[in-house]
């Protein structure tokens, strides 16, 4: 009775593995969109196998329509990312590195063409954006409701920071000198400038009207 249970086992775990195992190409499959009023970075997608209307377990193939190199390889499970998410580029090297669980963002990597490492989001949500030398060129949290991003110079150097809504400029965003030290303070209102402040060599701020900020050459900054 032992053997016959432990057959049953081995083989469910078999073909468990097999159905994991398997990839499917976009021809392969049909989407379902669960919440079809959302935007497409909301929305809530299912995949399923086209031939017994399931919902995927395995690995789902993108290649590239005219030169036929495989662009993606996502990871599906019950027909939602859950796994890794690798993008590839035409000579094979990963651009792109996801981590899902239940087709929820968990962390990730992206690298240039040439290999160094481009940007990393670890499992707390912090982003880091990388220069080629390594050096760090952005670091963004999210803090009530919030992005909190800084922004450094190749050389290492605090060079401005603010406060972001849906990529909006919203609240304070301050400049800094190669000294490191505040020269200029802005203050957006979901991404509309509202007013201005110099910072003198001895830390005193100054309020400064739109125009004078056009004159001192920072409308760059308040378009």
């Not at 919902?55 to 990871?75: A, R, V």
């Not at 999210?142 to 603010?162: A, I, N, R, V």
């Not at 509202?194 to 900020?213: A, F, M, N, P, S």
């Amino acid at each position: 009775m032992k053997k016959i249970l432990i057959i049953f086992i081995v083989l469910l775990v078999a073909l468990n593995a097999e159905e994991f195992n398997k990839t499917y190409k976009m021809k392969d499959i049909n989407v379902h969109v669960v919440n079809p009023e959302a935007s497409l970075t909301d929305s809530i997608q299912v995949y399923y196998d086209k031939k017994t209307n399931k919902p995927i377990n395995g690995n789902i193939h993108i290649y590239h329509g005219s030169s036929g190199y495989l662009i993606m390889d996502t990871q599906y499970y019950h027909g939602k990312r859950h796994g890794f998410s690798m993008q590839y580029d035409e000579n094979g090297k990963i651009r792109m590195k996801n981590f899902y669980k239940r087709d929820k963002f968990i962390s990730g990597k992206g690298y240039y063409k040439t290999g160094e490492l481009s940007y990393k989001v670890n499992e707390g949500g912090i982003k880091f954006q990388y220069y080629k030398n390594g050096k760090i060129k952005s670091i963004s949290r999210e803090t009530k409701g919030k992005e909190h991003t800084e922004f450094y110079t190749e050389d290492g150097k605090l060079e401005s920071e603010g406060y972001y809504i849906n990529n909006q400029e919203h609240g304070p965003h301050k400049m800094y000198n190669s000294d490191e030290k505040l020269y200029l303070e802005l203050v957006y209102d979901m991404g509309k400038f509202v007013l201005g402040y110099k910072y003198d060599k001895k830390g005193i701020k100054k309020k400064l009207t739109y125009r004078e900020l056009v004159e001192m050459g920072y409308q760059y900054l308040l378009l």
